[in-house]
């Protein structure tokens, strides 16, 4: 009987360790923006997609002639899923797939507050939510740099209304430890 589970968690741990082998993208990257200063987390989760999670500080500037210039840092927070299709096709063609350099079609979630935690420009709401689906591309430089963007349809909230319209994001930065 022992022998008998000792084989069944040998067999399931290199079955184990034999599957998450066979992922295109990679199991955590830590990277450092610098377009807009924060940091993001992305995680694979299957074969060819992830979660990313970024942390950042938006800066805002609003003025005109007339009128007084204000500006304003903001605390924001997103979650995207990323499915990258066409990471089989870049392996077969010898192009880099390190740092989850691909295309993808995703889901992105931006959540930001009203009120500035640096400077005067407050929004008249409390919060705001934005939810996309998005096409992206990504790529990582063999030193670490790397840069995204995504863009798509979108749903923009706040607490007094409800917008569709076009999402766009820009990343620029830094990938930080071991990658593949």
């Known amino acids: ?17 034999n599957a998450q082998s066979d992922t295109n993208v990679e199991k955590g990257l830590f990277k450092v923006n610098a377009l807009l200063p924060g940091v993001s987390y992305e995680i ?34 997103g979650a995207d899923f990323r499915y990258y299709y066409n990471m089989d096709r870049r392996l077969g063609k010898g192009k880099n797939i390190v740092g989850n350099s691909g295309n ?17 420009l407050d929004y008249n709401s409390s919060f705001y939510y934005t939810t ?36 766009f994001d820009a990343k620029l930065g830094w990938v930080l430890g071991r990658r593949k």
């Open 104 to 120: 993808y079609l995703g889901l992105a979630n931006q959540f930001f507050p009203g009120n500035a935690v640096i400077g005067d």
């Open 44 to 77: 694979g989760v299957g074969k060819n997609t992830s979660f990313s999670f970024d942390a950042a500080l938006l800066f805002t500037l609003n003025g005109g002639t007339g009128r007084d210039t204000e500006f304003g840092l903001y605390p924001a927070v």
């Open 132 to 167: 996309a689906l998005v096409y992206g591309i990504q790529r990582m430089r063999p030193k670490g740099f790397y840069w995204g963007l995504s863009f798509g349809p979108g749903v923009f909230v706040d607490e007094f209304d409800v917008n569709g319209g076009l999402f």
């Open 1 to 17: 009987m022992k022998n008998s589970l000792l084989c069944a968690l040998f067999a399931s741990t290199f079955f184990s360790l």
